[in-house]
């Protein structure tokens, strides 16, 4: 069971920045992976980007590319999502999730943190 526990949401001006954080109860999370989904009001949840915790690499949706920047600190086992150039579109509740491999579901969540960018 992994508890995943996420903060750094707040509000921003359309430019401006700010660090998600999403801390994780696992003894380990070799093999996972690990990512951030979010959700706009009157929408459904959809992909942001995702990180593989052994290897480092990563993926991003496309609206977000250039922009965000996800990573992980082994020692904290933390992951990080790194949010510039926010634009109002990218208001949403953001969440973090964890996948126990590349061939799992994501089946461990937080329960959010909302991201307001303000016009």
């Known amino acids: 069971q992994v508890q995943l526990v996420e903060s750094g949401g707040g509000l921003v001006q359309t430019g401006g920045s700010l660090r998600l954080s999403c801390a994780a109860s696992a003894r380990s999370l070799s093999g996972y992976s690990m990512a951030w989904y979010r959700q706009a009001p009157g929408k459904e949840r959809v992909f942001v980007a995702a990180?593989?915790?052994?290897?480092?690499?990563?993926q991003y949706a496309s609206p977000v590319m250039d922009r965000f920047t996800i990573s992980r600190d082994n020692a904290k086992n933390t992951v990080y999502l790194q949010m510039t150039g926010l634009k109002p579109e990218d208001t949403a509740v953001y969440y973090c999730?964890?996948?126990?491999?590349?061939?799992?579901?994501?089946?461990?969540w937080g329960r959010g943190t909302q991201v307001t960018v303000s016009s």
């Open positions: 990180i593989r915790w052994s290897e480092g690499s990563t």
């Open positions: 999730a964890a996948a126990e491999s590349k061939y799992s579901d994501y089946e461990y």
